[in-house]
T-cell receptor, first 112, second 115 residues
Framework: GESVGLHLPTLSVQEGDNSIINCAYSNSASDYFIWYKQESGKGPQFIIDIRSNMDKRQGQRVTVLLNKTVKHLSLQIAATQPGDSAVYFCAENQPGNTPLVFGKGTRLSVIA | DTGVSQNPRHKITKRGQNVTFRCDPISEHNRLYWYRQTLGQGPEFLTYFQNEAQLEKSRLLSDRFSAERPKGSFSTLEIQRTEQGDSAMYLC?????????????FGAGSRLTVL
């Protein structure tokens, strides 16, 4: 879900379960998307990316799905581990030479 | 290469003082970005450089903010006459100019607290 004001949406999952984090992006002409993970006190860290000519891309334990029809991006994490606890941001590359635009983030909390 | 380096990591200052942050990007990256992040929000773009040229500035970047990248390597972000609303994490990122796949590598950030 998307945050309202200062409240960050939180997803709590049991260790070993799969996690799905959702993001609604803003520009239908965006051509490239990235998921970042941010742990407390650190900068955002690249997880996985996808171009707009794809609808699915898999990495190690992570899968990104892109639905351009509804401007929706999701990040699936398989067998979630305590080390996956962090805030996750989607970012979109809008047309032209513009910088990445970030969404508001989702906090993932893994229960051991 | 140790990635993107930022310093200081933390800065506490009184309102009205000037502060300067430094960013050392990944050496082969020609683009350097500054973002600002407040609690519970995603990073917000401030400005970016391609080599030494400052190509874009956000409306968030008031006249009290200035950024430089004099030799196309490290960059500084100065905030003059700080206000309490400037309290935030200032993130630097760098990237290779790659059409359509601009992956930004971020530093750990410089956290500013204005009292």
């Amino acid at each position: 879900g998307e945050s309202v004001g200062l409240h960050l949406p939180t997803l709590s999952v049991q260790e070993g379960d799969n996690s799905i984090i959702n993001c609604a992006y803003s520009n239908s002409a965006s051509d490239y998307f990235i998921w970042y993970k941010q742990e407390s006190g650190k900068g955002p860290q690249f997880i996985i990316d996808i171009r707009s000519n794809m609808d699915k891309r898999q990495g190690q334990r992570v899968t990104v799905l892109l639905n351009k029809t509804v401007k929706h991006l999701s990040l699936q994490i398989a067998a979630t581990q305590p080390g996956d606890s962090a805030v996750y941001f989607c970012a979109e590359n809008q047309p032209g030479n513009t910088p990445l635009v970030f969404g508001k983030g989702t906090r993932l909390s893994v229960i051991a | 290469d140790t990635g993107v380096s930022q310093n200081p990591r933390h800065k506490i200052t009184k309102r009205g003082q000037n502060v300067t942050f430094r960013c050392d990007p990944i050496s082969e990256h020609n683009r350097l970005y500054w973002y600002r992040q407040t609690l519970g929000q995603g990073p917000e773009f401030l400005t970016y450089f391609q080599n030494e040229a400052q190509l874009e500035k956000s409306r968030l970047l008031s006249d009290r903010f200035s950024a430089e990248r004099p030799k196309g390597s490290f960059s500084t972000l100065e905030i003059q006459r700080t206000e309490q609303g400037d309290s935030a994490m200032y993130l630097c990122a760098s990237s290779l100019d790659s059409s359509g796949a601009n992956v930004l590598t971020f530093g750990a950030g410089s956290r500013l607290t204005v009292l």
